[in-house]
């Protein structure tokens, strides 16, 4: 069955690139998420005022691949307890945060959270929320790091790599 999640992660040009690689993922799609203001646009999220975190539409295949191994993979290539910064990106755009759309996959989500704070002293700074807000990213942005393979991403080269090789083994 067709699911949703939304990521933010700090840059959305690799996080989306990263989840478009792993098997099980049907599309990905970057976007805003989560702000109070009215069709934002990249500029205007860069200011800091619009309350929007850069963001990864993620939709996938259940059957193929679980929300804790698609929650996993995302703790990968973040930082969880940097507070609106992931590598060089600085702002609170670049926070962390798990968007749910399905009321069900809030206590997955959360229990995968308490999970992940166990190898942390300092506190965890993902979010957990329902998503209320979204907004498709301009087009340019779409799949950036594709059009653009020279382009600045906080996820290395290795990283792409294991996406790619990665296998759901959660439910055997």
């Not at 990106?89 to 996959?105: E, H, K, L, N, P």
């Not at 308490?114 to 965890?124: H, R, V």
Request: glycine residues 6%; hydrophobic residues 30%.
């Amino acid at each position: 069955m067709k699911k949703m999640i939304y990521l933010a992660g700090g840059c959305f040009w690799g996080t989306e690139k990263y989840f478009a690689c792993i098997p099980g993922v049907i599309s990905t799609e970057v976007g805003y998420a989560n702000g109070h203001t009215k069709a934002p646009t990249y500029e205007e999220v860069c200011t800091n005022n619009t309350g929007y975190a850069e963001t990864v539409k993620v939709e996938y295949d259940d059957e193929k691949v679980s929300l804790p191994f698609i929650l996993n993979m995302y703790y990968d290539v973040i930082d969880p307890v940097s507070m609106n910064r992931q590598g060089n990106d600085i702002g609170t755009q670049y926070r962390t945060g798990i968007f749910y759309v399905d009321a069900a996959d809030e206590p997955v989500t959360k229990e995968s959270v308490n999970e992940l704070q166990k190898n942390y002293k300092e506190k965890i700074a993902v979010k957990v929320e329902p998503l209320k807000e979204y907004y498709k990213a301009e087009e340019y942005h779409q799949n950036y790091l594709d059009k653009n393979p020279t382009g600045y991403c906080h996820i290395g080269a290795d990283k792409f790599e294991k996406a790619r090789k990665a296998i759901d083994r959660t439910e055997e």
